[in-house]
């Protein structure tokens, strides 16, 4: 996964809930052209740990702001 490709995503301000980032991140995703199986791969990893692990996870998968 290319950083330049990577889409923007504030969660800075927004609901702080997991799932609440889970879709805003997987919405991203899907609206930037990555196929399914990228946003599957996504999730898969987001929700194997904790909340920081989710956080680290959005970090590797998008530019979060």
């Known amino acids: 996964m290319s950083e330049?490709?990577?889409p923007k995503v504030k969660?800075?301000?927004m609901d702080g809930?997991?799932?609440?980032?889970?879709?805003?991140v997987s919405r991203a995703l899907r609206e930037a052209g990555y196929p399914?199986?990228?946003v599957d791969k996504f999730t898969e990893e987001a929700?194997?740990?904790d909340y920081d692990n989710l956080l680290q996870i959005c970090?590797?998968?998008v530019d979060v702001g």
């Open 47 to 49: 929700t194997s740990g």
């Open 59 to 61: 970090c590797k998968y």
């Open 36 to 38: 399914k199986e990228h």
């Open 17 to 24: 809930n997991a799932f609440s980032i889970l879709a805003r």
């Open 11 to 13: 969660l800075v301000g």
């Open 4 to 6: 330049i490709n990577k």
